[in-house]
């Protein structure tokens, strides 16, 4: 066996089981949104209070990632993944049996706190585990499970809410992370921190003005990701008009383009990031252009959704050029990340819901989502002109 065959032999169990971590952190995120219904006729409350579900658990991850990240900068990171998806069991157990609504929002927000912890620390790990050259990739493969999420678990799971009990899909979800925790201990070898940063180093990564316009790239423009998937079934209803049943299949569309982009992407930028973020982002816009267009047709909506959800891949190269480009306080970046991301999700159906009430047609929202994929390019350009100007290029370009 070849040393190459070794050292990926190696490594397999644990990316697959770090990205089974992801996997789980996607169901508990994506599939309350499809069963905010159900848990509305639970409650006898409206849609609206029900949508404070989805709510708190931002706020959870908004707290938690830095949080988390800054408690843990000294812990073994094995040890650390542990700890959080102990965290995702208990919350989605809580969940499962909440008896109020408040009560469940209260508990949504602890779902939510390791949410960001756990990424960053996964794909810290992955990367130290990547050769030269394949960082990219290897974080990839750990942010695979959340894209695998929304092809399989979400459905599945909206499936099982609709014929048995939204507290029931919480209640695997809570197995699932059980599941996870015994092979993250068994399978995910000790990765001691062997240099942990100071606080100082760490809130230092802030003064950074290209972890910045690197970090607005998704704080802008993965709105526009957002902006059009919240009102995807809105714009299937009103303006596509073909039965419900496509709604998931758009869905799905979506996931599987997600995934493979997760894939392409990756590959693309391990030789040279930053021109293939620069790419994928006037590319997106394109798309989101086309999406206006393309909703007259279900066939042509499908392959656009699909080509909106491969946009997505950006995001382990967007992670891996912010470790590029700040030696230190890898920790805060992890978490800035997932607080973009969570950001991004609450401007991007800001935006849309601005231009729908200004009497928009749904999907007119693709003109929103192609104005923050825009912005987004325009961090890209800010970005690149500082680098350009510091002669600061990632290593694998």
């Not at 409650?43 to 990632?65: K, R, T």
């Not at 990839?140 to 909206?158: N, Y």
């Not at 399978?187 to 316009?213: D, I």
């Not at 569309?253 to 992407?265: K, S, V």
Request: with cysteine.
């Amino acid at each position: 066996m070849s040393a190459s065959q070794s050292h990926r032999g190696a490594v397999v169990w644990p990316i697959l089981v770090m990205a089974l971590g992801t996997f789980v952190l996607g169901l508990t995120e994506f599939s309350s949104m499809s069963m905010l219904p159900l848990i509305a006729e639970t409650y006898s409350v409206s849609p609206s209070m029900a949508g404070n579900v989805i709510s708190g658990y931002a706020i959870g991850v908004v707290i938690g990632a830095p949080l988390f990240m800054l408690l843990t900068n000294k812990t073994n990171r094995r040890t650390s993944l542990i700890i959080f998806v102990v965290m995702i069991f208990v919350a989605n157990g809580l969940s499962a049996i909440a008896s109020s609504l408040p009560e469940l929002v209260f508990y949504r927000v602890l779902s939510g706190l390791p949410h960001g912890a756990y990424f960053g620390t996964a794909l810290l790990v992955a990367a130290s585990m990547a050769p030269e050259g394949k960082r990219a990739s290897y974080m990839s493969m750990v942010f695979a499970g959340l894209t695998i999420a929304t092809i399989v678990g979400v459905p599945m799971a909206t499936l099982i809410g609709q014929n048995m009990s939204w507290r029931v899909c919480m209640g695997i979800v809570a197995a699932l992370a059980l599941f996870t925790i015994l092979l993250i201990y068994f399978l995910v070898p000790s990765c001691p921190v062997t240099q942990p940063s100071k606080l100082r180093e760490e809130f230092g990564v802030l003064k950074n003005k290209l972890v910045w316009s690197i970090s607005g790239i998704i704080f802008v423009g993965f709105g526009g990701v957002f902006c059009i998937y919240t009102y995807l079934a809105d714009t299937i209803i009103n303006v596509t008009q073909t039965p419900e049943v496509t709604i998931s299949i758009a869905m799905m569309m979506f996931g599987i383009g997600t995934t493979i982009g997760n894939w392409l992407i990756s590959k693309l930028a391990d030789k040279s990031p930053l021109t293939t973020t620069g790419i994928a982002l006037m590319c997106s816009v394109g798309v989101s252009i086309m999406y206006v267009f393309a909703a007259s047709n279900i066939w042509w909506l499908y392959i656009t959704v699909f080509l909106l959800g491969a946009s997505v891949g950006l995001a382990a190269v967007i992670q891996s050029m912010l470790l590029d480009v700040s030696p230190t306080g890898h920790a805060m970046i992890g978490a800035l990340v997932q607080c973009a991301f969570n950001t991004a999700n609450a401007i991007g159906p800001m935006v849309g819901g601005a231009m729908l009430a200004s009497g928009a047609s749904f999907n007119q929202t693709g003109y929103a989502s192609a104005m923050l994929f825009f912005g987004g390019f325009i961090m890209w350009a800010l970005s690149y002109i500082q680098m350009r100007h510091k002669a600061l290029v990632p290593a694998t370009s």
